[in-house]
T-cell receptor
Framework: GESVGLHLPTLSVQEGDNSIINCAYSNSASDYFIWYKQESGKGPQFIIDIRSNMDKRQGQRVTVLLNKTVKHLSLQIAATQPGDSAVYFCAENPYSGAGSYQLTFGKGTKLSVIP | EAGVTQFPSHSVIEKGQTVTLRCDPISGHDNLYWYRRVMGKEIKFLLHFVKESKQDESGMPNNRFLAERTGGTYSTLKVQPAELEDSGVYFC??????????????FGPGTRLTVT
């Protein structure tokens, strides 16, 4: 798969437990953040996003927390299921005022769910 | 609603040859992006179209890469001549035109390019 050669941090979680995936971002000008999930052979799939004027946002079974002070982003997955096994990426978008929407991706974390 | 599609899914070419990758965005999405992941690296931005115009091409690595989006629909990314370091997975994404933020960027499955 695409992760060959890319040494990803790995998180192993028992099915039914909660998962927390962390991400540190570098650009203090970033004001929009997204979590993506990538399964083998597929492209990144949007999970949830958050803007810099918020510190928490909840979706279905997922919560994103943003700490701008320490430039840290986390994704919490409640009641982790085998289908949650994938590589998770955080991405940031610094608003430049010039209409540039490029995303900067983190290295990714591989989540393995143990049945 | 059909998702972002990319063609081919996999391409194997020799160094010095030319390859053209195609992306069909979601219908109605004015924003189209190209990203790539080369071996051992993160997914990196290449460029961003708004309709047929290049909004941001700051991520294009060199002039061997040429992206077009004639008519503001599908896009092609040509690599000519290909080098070994161009091997990787090339992703296309699209999003609606929303103003300050891109909104959700929908990614295609990617084209795996192998240069030998």
């Amino acid at each position: 798969g695409e992760s060959v050669g890319l040494h990803l941090p790995t998180l192993s979680v028992q099915e039914g437990d909660n998962s927390i995936i962390n991400c540190a971002y570098s650009n203090s000008a970033s004001d929009y953040f997204i979590w993506y999930k990538q399964e083998s052979g597929k492209g990144p799939q949007f999970i949830i996003d958050i803007r810099s004027n918020m510190d928490k946002r909840q979706g279905q079974r997922v919560t994103v927390l943003l700490n701008k002070t320490v430039k840290h982003l986390s994704l919490q997955i409640a009641a982790t299921q085998p289908g949650d096994s994938a590589v998770y990426f955080c991405a940031e978008n610094p608003y430049s005022g010039a209409g540039s929407y490029q995303l900067t991706f983190g290295k990714g974390t591989k989540l393995s769910v143990i049945p | 609603e059909a998702g972002v599609t990319q063609f081919p899914s996999h391409s194997v070419i020799e160094k010095g040859q030319t390859v053209t990758l195609r992306c069909d965005p979601i219908s109605g999405h004015d924003n189209l992006y190209w990203y790539r992941r080369v071996m051992g690296k993160e997914i990196k931005f290449l460029l961003h179209f708004v309709k047929e115009s290049k909004q941001d091409e700051s991520g294009m690595p060199n002039n061997r890469f040429l992206a077009e989006r004639t008519g503001g629909t599908y896009s092609t990314l040509k690599v000519q001549p290909a080098e070994l370091e161009d091997s990787g997975v090339y992703f296309c994404a699209s999003s609606r035109l929303t103003g300050m933020y891109s909104g959700e960027q929908y990614f295609g499955p990617g084209t795996r390019l192998t240069v030998t």
